[in-house]
């Protein structure tokens, strides 16, 4: 139980183009999620927390604009990076909280990767 | 911060050994969990600890806990090659994971 995917896996986007990622929680509910991004051999950055029917809050120093988060459903955000560039070239994760769970209880994606060319 | 800090950044021993990392904190906290990620990889939960608690064991693991210094400390014993990874401590407090840096873990055949 309690497992979350992402798709795609892997992506690969040209610059100034959109690339969607999508986040699930396929066994449970997740009236939150949060969404990370990490460098090659550096941790996970926390970019912002998406809740179910709400604006996502981001981030200190995260562009709203660049990072479109949508969490319609109770088993779905998606981010948006909108008008990608190469320095957006990352590894980006995102995690799911049971729907009335504690705080810990936060279950992780297999990432994406994302290359912008 | 929330964050925590692992120690040492990375670290290289022979299979069979024991590693040893640690974390440290600035705030207080409710519980610690410690992941793990393998090379390009999402997260794997290890093992939570909650502030009322000293020492705990899963499997090959055993986490420590010293709320007073504010740190806590990941055994691996016998270590495989498959515990290379790198590895993270996550302070918990209210909604939010943050991860520190964590520590590369090698383990060499």
């Known amino acids: 139980g309690a497992v979350v995917s992402q798709h795609p896996s892997r992506v690969i986007c040209k610059s100034g183009t959109s690339v969607k990622i999508e986040c699930r929680s396929l066994?449970?509910?997740?009236?939150?999620m949060f969404w990370y991004r990490q460098f090659p051999k550096q941790s996970l950055m926390l970019m912002a927390t998406?809740?179910?029917?709400?604006?996502?809050?981001?981030e200190q120093g995260v562009e709203k604009d660049k990072f479109l988060i949508n969490h319609a459903s109770l088993t779905l955000s998606t981010l948006t990076v909108t008008s990608a560039h190469p320095e957006d070239s990352s590894f980006y994760i995102c995690?799911?909280?049971?729907?009335?769970?504690?705080?810990?209880?936060?279950?992780f994606g297999p990432g994406t990767r994302l290359t912008v060319t | 911060s929330q964050q925590g800090e692992e120690d040492p950044q990375a670290l290289s021993i022979q299979e069979g050994e024991n590693a040893t990392m640690n974390c440290s904190y600035k705030?207080?906290?409710?519980?610690l969990q410690w992941y793990r990620q393998n090379s390009g990889r999402g997260l794997v939960h290890l093992i939570l600890i909650r502030s009322n608690e000293r020492e705990k064991h899963s499997g090959r693991l055993r986490v420590t806990l010293d709320t007073s210094k504010k740190s806590s400390s990941l055994l691996i014993t016998a270590s495989r090659a498959a515990d290379t990874a790198s590895y993270f401590c996550?302070?918990?407090?209210?909604?939010?994971?943050?991860f520190g840096k964590g520590t590369r873990l090698h383990i060499l055949p």
């Open positions: 995690s799911a909280r049971v729907t009335g769970g504690r705080a810990y209880e936060q279950y």
């Open positions: 705030t207080s906290i409710n519980n």
């Open positions: 066994d449970f509910q997740a009236t939150t």
């Open positions: 998406s809740n179910e029917g709400s604006k996502a809050t981001y």
């Open positions: 996550a302070p918990g407090r209210d909604d939010k994971i943050i």
